[in-house]
């Protein structure tokens, strides 16, 4: 007995816990450029973003307008840094910049990161590249001088033109020009906690190679893969190969130990007629089939099981950004703040009514006993279940070896509240025989009519969860079948069920 109450309330707060109103995405942000003469102002962008289940937004700039709105939401910001000269020459400057843009808001506004400067290897300027160090140091100096050191974190953004090869990912090398500066930087990240990030953008890659089967290997689409011929590893997408080539890199320097975080990433849905790839049913499937391969939680190969701290690219259009016509076509959302197409950020609810969706059939009344009433046994009244969502459309799976805590907590978190429900009753059986109830008291001679018998309604076909995914390890686990088991029950099955279980139990 004291085993099957622990079981019932390790299940429960497990359940719990893993039950949020909200399926937000703690690992997932957004950049929000404001190179445009077109967004809609803040505020709206802030109760935008709250819809949404985005819980981070990297900003090039420090507007703020942009911080006071994000005040209070529970949304942490990346905030940019301009001017890196002037951070790197005068600590007095920087702390002034500390003053301006981050007391006056934190923590009301939840600010993580500075940003000193942005893809500073584009500007081919090597002098520009050795300020970064200085202005980084003396801008961690102003935080802690305002007792913030230990609360937001400082670094750079990075391109993929910082490694002279990332093909195979195994053989990842920074290049030589840029790696004197790279290893202060590294050691900066390394000494304050603050993580290594990097921009890498499949649709580049598809752009030098525009096959079938690389678009397919960027979109993250079943394909037939791709062999590391140092490691032996088939990597099944182009991200993985991208951020996997980064972390050789970081581990040919002695720096493996740093945290890798993608601050842009995403797909273009339109451009100019010389660029490949360029549609919105190829940036759906991109930034869908990445954030559902971001879920899994199967990191990547060199990093099996790492979630990667992952910036989309971008919240909006910019409409004034110089380059090419994809430039100004990665917006998710439309100054209107209408999506430009769905890959299921929207926030939805856990919650259900507390009632059933159709009233439950009732027995007809049993003849009366003659000596003795039996007082019926109170209703239970459960929710009706929701319909499980679609976590994994197209992904292809790399390594599909979830650690076992992550898999109770995927399951937790999918149960709807009469599935947990259901999942605890089950936990509370006891596993030894139960006693026999003594017979009953005989009965006169009147015939008590045999309530009508409950026919259970055929369960339902399973949702086809993981379209276009490649299995590499087809191995279903048993929690994995338990949360479709209870996901399909309809609502009278349930009550029947946990009736029995009470029944059992008491």
């Known amino acids: 007995m004291e085993a099957s109450v622990y079981r019932f309330f390790l299940l429960f707060f497990l359940c719990l816990y893993g039950l949020p109103q909200t399926k937000s995405q703690p690992f997932i942000g957004v950049n929000y450029g404001q190179t445009a003469d077109n967004l809609p ?85 090597r002098n520009f590249m050795l300020q970064l160090l200085p202005a980084m140091k003396n801008v961690q100096s102003a935080l802690e001088a305002a007792s913030l050191g230990g609360k937001i974190k400082v670094s750079t953004v990075h391109t993929m033109s910082i490694l002279s090869q990332s093909d195979p990912p195994s053989a990842g090398v920074f290049a030589a020009d840029h790696a004197d500066i790279l290893k202060g930087l590294l050691e900066f990240n390394r000494e304050t906690g603050s993580p290594f990030a990097v921009n890498p953008y499949p649709f580049f890659a598809y752009q030098s190679d525009p096959r079938p089967e690389t678009l397919a290997f960027c979109l993250f689409q079943p394909n037939p893969g791709r062999v590391d011929a140092n490691s032996k590893i088939k990597y099944m997408n182009m991200f993985d190969a991208q951020v996997d080539a980064v972390y050789s890199a970081l581990s040919s320097f ?17 451009g100019d007629p010389d660029e490949v790839g360029t549609t919105i049913e190829n940036a759906k499937a991109y930034n869908k089939n990445l954030i559902a391969h971001l879920k899994s939680m199967a990191g990547t190969p060199l990093m099996p099981g790492k979630v990667i701290e992952t910036y989309l690219f971008a919240l909006y ?108 009753s089950t936990s509370m059986a006891p596993q030894s025989p139960m006693p026999r109830l003594p017979p009953a008291a005989p009965r006169t001679s009147q015939t008590i009519p045999a309530p009508p018998q409950m026919i259970l309604p055929s369960p339902t076909s399973p949702s086809d969860k993981n379209s276009g995914q490649t299995d590499v390890h087809n191995s279903t686990p048993r929690s994995a079948s338990l949360a479709h088991l209870c996901s399909s029950l309809s609502v009278p099955s349930m009550m029947l069920f946990v009736s029995v279980m009470y029944a059992l139990i008491m």
């Open 254 to 270: 002695g720096f493996k130990d740093v945290e890798i975080v993608v601050a842009e990433t995403g797909w273009p849905y339109k």
């Open 41 to 125: 102002p803040p505020s709206a962008t802030a109760k935008l973003l709250r819809s949404t289940t985005i819980q981070k937004v990297r900003l090039y700039g420090s507007d703020p307008a942009i911080i006071k709105a994000l005040a209070n939401t529970g949304i942490e910001i990346v905030i940019g840094t301009g001017d890196v000269p002037g951070l790197a020459s005068d600590p007095s400057f920087a702390r002034s910049w500390v003053e301006t843009n981050v007391v006056p808001y934190y923590p009301a506004s939840k600010i993580t990161l500075i940003d000193v400067g942005n893809e500073a290897t584009t500007f081919g300027d």
């Open 317 to 424: 259009d910019e409409n004034l950004k110089p380059g090419k016509g994809s430039e100004r076509a990665f917006g998710l959302f439309k100054p209107d703040v209408t999506m430009t197409y769905d890959i299921g950020l929207t926030k939805t609810t856990n919650q259900t009514s507390m009632a059933p969706q159709s009233p439950m059939p009732r027995l007809p009344p049993a003849a009366a006993p003659t000596s003795q009433t039996i007082p019926a046994p109170p209703q239970m009244i459960l929710p009706s279940p929701t319909s499980p969502s679609d976590k994994n459309s197209g992904q292809t799976d790399v390594h599909n070896s979830t650690p076992r805590s992550a898999s109770l907590a995927h399951l937790c978190s999918s149960l709807s509240v009469p599935s947990m429900m259901l999942f605890v």
